[in-house]
């Protein structure tokens, strides 16, 4: 078990200060050699920890009978602390919705299902941000006199720029999905991903509200509320409980959902017709 709790110490402070010494060095910024080296020792020995770690727990799983894929999911969960591993992917997933963006392609939404768009409210916001970071960058480049400073700023206020607008691509380029079956996919981007079956669905309506708090929160009466721009317009009943994940982890159980629809109508009428829609199943012969 320490040996588990350093790789995790490690994971979570070394390598983060390996991406500073890296971004010190995009940036151009002269390390002295033996800082630099110092700093390469430690990560070195900081891979060495977390291989020997790694290495012991795989061997362990197989020797329970896993196979060489589960064994390494399942050694790579115990090092890495959760919360890395889901900033790492949900960071990776939006570079790649930024791709998808520019290729104008929108992720993971099948033939005869309904796309339900929800950025409306907060596009104006993100390309606010975005026009007030690149202010940012250039006043930050005539007033900093320092090289060092200047070059520092100047990489990690254009990976800024790039983030917001990875951010964005992500909930254009995946929305709200609404299966011909009359199922129901809830995101926000690459950070939040709700599976909602047909036959969980009791009922949906078109309801405007103004919830207070976060991105992802769970009121105290069970009901899930994902907003965007601070407003939701469609709830979702359901006929049990729900589970979920929270974008660092966390779970939950939600009765009820609500989220935000650009076209709220279009939204309740799209899962509507697939809840009601009749089988395309033939009957059995008698």
Do not use: K, N
């Given at each position: 078990?320490?040996?588990?709790?350093?790789?995790?110490?490690?994971?979570?402070v070394?390598?983060?200060?390996?991406?500073?010494?890296?971004?010190?060095?995009?940036?151009?910024?002269?390390?002295?050699?033996?800082?630099?080296?110092?700093?390469?020792?430690?990560?070195?020995?900081?891979?060495?920890?977390?291989?020997?770690?790694?290495?012991?727990?795989?061997?362990?799983?197989?020797?329970?009978?896993?196979?060489?894929?589960?064994?390494?999911?399942?050694?790579?969960?115990?090092?890495?602390?959760?919360?890395?591993?889901r900033?790492?992917?949900?960071?990776a997933?939006?570079?790649?919705?930024?791709?998808?963006?520019?290729?104008?392609?929108?992720?993971?939404?099948?033939?005869?299902?309904?796309?339900?768009?929800?950025?409306?409210?907060?596009?104006?916001?993100?390309?606010?941000?975005?026009?007030?970071?690149?202010?940012?960058?250039?006043?930050?480049?005539?007033?900093?006199?320092?090289?060092?400073?200047?070059?520092?700023?100047?990489?990690?206020?254009?990976?800024?720029?790039?983030?917001?607008?990875?951010?964005?691509?992500?909930?254009?380029?995946?929305?709200?999905?609404?299966?011909?079956?009359?199922?129901?996919?809830?995101?926000?981007?690459?950070?939040?991903?709700?599976?909602?079956?047909?036959?969980?669905?009791?009922?949906?309506?078109?309801?405007?509200?103004?919830?207070?708090?976060?991105?992802?929160?769970?009121?105290?009466?069970?009901?899930?509320?994902?907003?965007?721009?601070?407003?939701?317009?469609?709830?979702?009943?359901?006929?049990?409980?729900?589970?979920?994940?929270?974008?660092?982890?966390?779970r939950?159980?939600?009765?009820?959902?609500?989220?935000?629809?650009?076209?709220?109508?279009?939204?309740?009428?799209?899962?509507?017709?697939?809840?009601?829609?009749p089988?395309?199943?033939?009957?059995?012969?008698?």
């Amino acid at each position: 078990m320490r040996g588990v709790r350093a790789a995790r110490l490690v994971a979570a402070v070394v390598l983060p200060a390996e991406l500073a010494v890296a971004v010190c060095l995009m940036a151009g910024v002269r390390i002295p050699g033996a800082a630099l080296a110092g700093a390469e020792a430690a990560v070195l020995s900081a891979f060495v920890l977390e291989a020997v770690v790694f290495g012991r727990l795989w061997r362990a799983e197989r020797r329970v009978g896993a196979g060489r894929r589960a064994a390494m999911s399942a050694a790579l969960r115990t090092v890495v602390p959760v919360t890395v591993r889901r900033l790492v992917a949900h960071e990776a997933r939006a570079l790649h919705s930024l791709g998808l963006w520019v290729l104008r392609r929108r992720h993971a939404v099948p033939e005869g299902a309904s796309a339900v768009p929800y950025t409306g409210p907060q596009t104006a916001t993100m390309y606010g941000l975005v026009f007030v970071s690149v202010v940012e960058t250039v006043m930050l480049a005539l007033l900093i006199p320092w090289p060092v400073v200047h070059r520092i700023v100047l990489v990690l206020d254009v990976y800024g720029v790039l983030l917001v607008l990875a951010l964005h691509a992500g909930c254009v380029t995946r929305p709200h999905v609404v299966g011909a079956d009359g199922s129901l996919r809830v995101r926000y981007g690459a950070l939040f991903d709700l599976r909602v079956p047909a036959a969980a669905i009791a009922a949906v309506r078109v309801e405007r509200r103004f919830p207070e708090g976060g991105l992802v929160r769970l009121d105290p009466d069970g009901v899930l509320e994902l907003a965007v721009g601070g407003q939701t317009t469609v709830t979702v009943e359901l006929t049990a409980p729900l589970g979920f994940v929270r974008p660092l982890g966390g779970r939950g159980q939600a009765v009820a959902v609500r989220f935000h629809a650009d076209d709220p109508r279009a939204a309740v009428a799209a899962l509507t017709r697939g809840r009601t829609a009749p089988s395309t199943i033939p009957d059995p012969p008698g």
